[in-house]
């Protein structure tokens, strides 16, 4: 027997993304591993976790890809991984180098990360209260 167990992360346009989480495999008629081990829920619990983190900063990103004063779309120059410590597992998340646009009067920066500043710690607040 085979288990697999998948989410959707809906939008608010109504529509929906089926992610698998994990699979889980058993032989038939099998009762010394009967249920989801302690592993096998930490794997799911760490899946879904990184999931949701990366749709969430997924979202971020997509909407602080225009410039704020005149709404033009800014150019990626480069992509980075930023690591984000939660209480299930590190999560790694792809944070974009964007080039900062024309119309702007601070030219001392040519490029910034939206994520790495809107993320100086990394450590989602959940694990800093629990340390």
């Known amino acids: ?6 989410a959707r992360l809906a939008d608010n346009a109504g529509g929906s993304v089926p992610i698998r989480l994990v699979e889980f495999e058993r032989a038939d008629g099998e009762l010394m591993r009967l249920g989801i081990s302690l592993a ?32 033009a779309a800014l ?16 999560v790694a998340i792809e ?16 490029s910034f990360s939206s994520l790495a500043a809107a ?3 990394r450590v989602s607040p959940k694990l800093e209260y629990l340390r």
């Open 1 to 6: 027997m085979r288990m697999v167990i998948e």
């Open 40 to 71: 096998e829920g930490k794997q799911l619990v760490c899946e879904a976790q990184r999931a949701l983190v990366n749709a969430q900063a997924n979202g971020f990103v997509a909407a602080s890809r225009h410039c704020l004063q005149c709404g």
């Open 75 to 90: 150019s990626i120059k480069a992509k980075h991984t930023i690591r984000y410590r939660t209480v299930f597992g590190k």
């Open 95 to 110: 944070s974009p180098q964007l080039r900062v646009c024309k119309c702007s009067r601070d030219m001392s920066r040519k």
């Open 119 to 121: 993320l100086p710690g």
